[in-house]
């Protein structure tokens, strides 16, 4: 396996790295992806840990009247925009509001 760069301004790119560089990191990457995902599924199939938070939350925006208003800053907002623009894609009527352009009183 090739050596891959640590962090900073070195790339998988670079000569140094050789041909196989950039194969080693994209497994890296997905093996880290992997577990990542199996965690998560652990977690939604036990109800004390995220299972039974997220069914809530699923049932709630089901029974939403009017639209799902999202909300973020930074990368939580990007986070959040993705979020809405799914929302809308599927049906589920919904807009972004970032928290420091908006007053507070829309939102209650």
Known sequence: MTELPSSGS???TD??????AALDSACATLSAEITGLSALKTALMIPDMLGHSFTEAV???????????VSGIGKSGHIGKKIQ???????TPSFFVHPAEAPMAILA
Do not use: C, N, Q
Not at 59 to 69: D, H, Q, S
Not at 85 to 91: H, K, N
């Open 85 to 91: 623009a799914t929302f809308a894609s599927t049906g």
């Open 59 to 69: 049932a709630l925006i089901a029974r939403t009247k009017g639209r799902v208003v």
């Open 15 to 20: 000569p140094e790295y050789g041909p196989g």
């Open 10 to 12: 070195r790339s998988v």
